[in-house]
């Protein structure tokens, strides 16, 4: 009777275990699986170098556009000053009117040329940003791929582990009345956990102590005994 006993309430806390065990296997394969399907490091990083080309992209765009300005007011002032020189501006008052015009030009010119080699400066930065960024990326993505196939063989490894456990479970559940299983089942749902240990003369579930005449009557019961605290089925290992 005795073995009978321990058989009942052990495989009880065996089936607990292994729910326990299936619940973190069940876990650390959806982690795997999420970290399989997106990396967190890899798609900031690729967002960042998305950025930093867009950034450049367009600081060569105003670069291109002050260069257009700057020929098209070297051009304004080389035909100011070729009519000037050519004296065909007889009238003094349109001759200072063009000499206004061309020292307007100059400074134009000399502001447009100011800002474009400000702007040559932050394309320079841009493009030495864009290839650290780059190159960030490229070092981000190859740890990515070598720590692949050590995710799928952990997958693998997991998928396997969920399987034996699932079959271990059957042939534990099988060696348990229905009655037993019934209130185990009750007592799952109610407190979480079913079977609780006794250690120090203590139940794990409740951590209230065992009375000395209960805990005499553990070691010598035929039938599974449980906590006249919370009422989980005691097992003594
Ligand atoms: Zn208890």
């Not at 474009?116 to 780059?134: P, R, S």
């Not at 720590?147 to 997958?155: F, G, Y």
């Not at 007592?187 to 006794?198: C, E, F, P, W």
Request: hydrophobic share 40%; with cysteine; charged share 30%.
């Amino acid at each position: 009777m005795w073995v009978t006993l321990m058989d009942t309430v052990q495989a009880l806390y065996e089936l607990q275990e292994m729910e326990g065990d299936l619940q973190k296997s069940k876990a650390d394969l959806a982690e795997v699986v999420s970290r399989l399907d997106h990396n967190e490091g890899v798609a900031r990083s690729r967002d960042r170098a998305a950025r930093a080309k867009q950034a450049f992209t367009k600081l060569q765009l105003q670069q291109g556009e002050l260069d257009v300005d700057v020929q098209a007011t070297a051009a304004r002032l080389k035909e100011l000053e070729q009519r000037l020189y050519s004296g065909n501006t007889a009238a003094s008052k349109d001759l200072l009117a063009l000499q206004h015009e061309i020292k307007f030009t100059k400074e134009k010119q000399a502001d447009l040329e100011e800002k474009l080699l400000a702007k040559m400066e932050q394309v320079e930065a841009g493009q030495k940003a864009v290839a650290t960024i780059d190159a960030e990326l490229a070092s981000v993505e190859s740890a990515w791929e070598t720590e692949i196939p050590t995710l799928q063989q952990k997958q693998e490894q997991l998928e396997q582990h969920a399987k034996d456990v699932a079959q271990w479970y059957e042939s534990a559940e099988a060696a348990v009345t229905p009655v037993d299983l019934k209130t185990y089942r009750v007592l799952q749902k109610s407190k979480g956990t079913a079977i609780a240990k006794v250690e120090r003369g203590m139940c794990s579930g409740c951590t209230i102590a065992i009375p000395s005449h209960e805990l005499q009557k553990l070691r010598t019961s035929t039938t599974p005994m449980r906590c006249s605290n919370c009422g989980r089925f005691l097992y003594t290992g």
